[in-house]
């Protein structure tokens, strides 16, 4: 299967679960609720989600990644959230592929209006199945941190 895909219909797909993933994460208040059961279909069975804002990588697998946002929502804490790409850079070796994107997020959380921007490193690799993500890791952007775009 690996052999016999184009570069570019790679792409496309890697590019349909880039923004199926940004859309399951993202609702408005008037909207349903977000779609985070969709990332399940979207990783490999042992994906890792691995927010690295801080000092401590915070690691997550795919179910550890949902369940506090489900609860945020539920509980009414998290009433918006959008997160776009803002630009990205994919590489495709085989049955690997590697995409750095820039991303902006924001979002309502208990009453409050926040915006951020920042890296997402996503691998993915070829399944039986087809393309699935492996593992992602974003940093956002800080004091000595800053995105090159505007």
Same mark, same amino acid.
Request: glycine share 6%; proline share 6%; net charge negative.
């Given at each position: 299967m690996g052999n016999q895909q184009t570069t570019e219909s790679v792409k496309t797909e890697l590019d349909?679960?880039?923004?199926?993933?940004?859309?399951a994460v993202s609702f408005e208040p008037a909207s349903s609720p977000?779609?985070?059961?969709?990332?399940?279909?979207?990783?490999?069975?042992?994906g890792l989600l691995i927010k690295n804002v801080g000092a401590t990588p915070e !690691?997550? =697998?795919?179910?550890?990644?949902?369940?506090?946002?489900?609860?945020?929502?539920?509980? %009414?804490?998290?009433?918006?959230?959008?997160?776009?790409?803002?630009s990205e850079v994919t590489q495709i070796f085989g049955n690997i592929a590697h995409r750095f994107s820039a991303y902006s997020k924001s979002g309502t959380m208990n009453g409050r209006s926040f915006t951020a921007r920042g890296m997402i490193s996503t691998q993915? !690799?070829? =399944?039986?199945?087809?393309?699935?993500?492996s593992a992602m890791a974003?940093?956002?952007? %800080?004091?000595?941190?800053?995105?090159?775009?505007?």
């Open positions: 349909r679960l880039t923004s199926e993933f940004f859309g977000p779609a985070y059961e969709r990332i399940r279909s979207l990783f490999i069975k042992s !690691i997550s =697998t795919v179910q550890e990644f949902i369940e506090p946002r489900e609860t945020m929502v539920r509980k %009414g804490e998290l009433t918006r959230f959008l997160e776009e790409e803002l993915f !690799i070829l =399944t039986p199945t087809g393309w699935k993500m974003w940093d956002d952007e %800080g004091p000595g941190l800053s995105l090159a775009i505007t």
